[in-house]
């Protein structure tokens, strides 16, 4: 019995921490039916076009980073550019640069040093809102990103929720970079959705 309690109370607390978890409820319908209902009044729709501020926090130090490399080639440690270094990101976003800004969602993705030449990565992210007025939806970013270049611009390419079928622009500016890697970045996105 002692084994069949400890997994149970193993199962109890992983249920407990998964529940504790904020999770993004989208304000639209959802499922095969209403995205087919969406579709199907598209043809009346006008585009809007909507502007987003926010910040990025990548925390590449301490106990709980939320960017951490999962993959590196074998070259990789030789490289001036970290080329062939991947990494998983979950960073937060917030209202303001300040660490104790409000939160509105967070960066999901992977990051890539794609470039031998200079530092540049390829970035894979989602923007996942789960506060304010877009919590539920999402945007997704597929581009380069020159890190040391003062303003970085990367394609959106799609989204969820409110942000279905959005294509637009993100713009990126480094905030601050600490010397443990660290660093905040500004975005400015502005997109076309229906």
């Known amino acids: 019995m002692g084994k069949l309690n400890s997994v149970l ?63 590196k080639a074998n070259s990789t440690s030789h490289s001036p550019t970290s080329f062939g270094l991947l990494a998983v ?40 809102f789960t506060h304010g007025k877009y919590n539920g939806s999402t945007l997704s970013l597929l581009g380069r990103n020159t890190v040391l270049n003062e303003y970085r611009e990367m394609p959106i390419v799609g989204g969820s929720g409110v942000f279905r079928l959005a294509r637009g622009v993100a713009t990126a500016k480094t905030y601050v970079l600490r010397n443990n890697g660290d660093a905040i970045v500004e975005y400015n996105v502005v997109v076309m959705h229906y």
């Open 9 to 71: 109370l193993l199962c109890y607390i992983t249920i407990a921490t998964l529940l504790s978890i904020p999770v993004a409820h989208c304000n639209i319908a959802q499922g095969p039916k209403a995205v087919d209902q969406w579709f199907q009044n598209l043809a009346h729709a006008k585009p809007k076009m909507t502007k987003l501020h926010f910040y990025f926090h990548d925390i590449v130090s301490g106990k709980n980073p939320t960017a951490v490399p999962i993959a």
């Open 89 to 128: 990101l979950d960073d937060r976003l917030t209202s303001g640069p300040e660490v104790n800004s409000t939160t509105i969602g967070r960066a999901q993705g992977i990051v890539g040093a794609a470039s031998l030449d200079e530092f540049s990565l390829l970035m894979g992210l989602n923007f996942v």
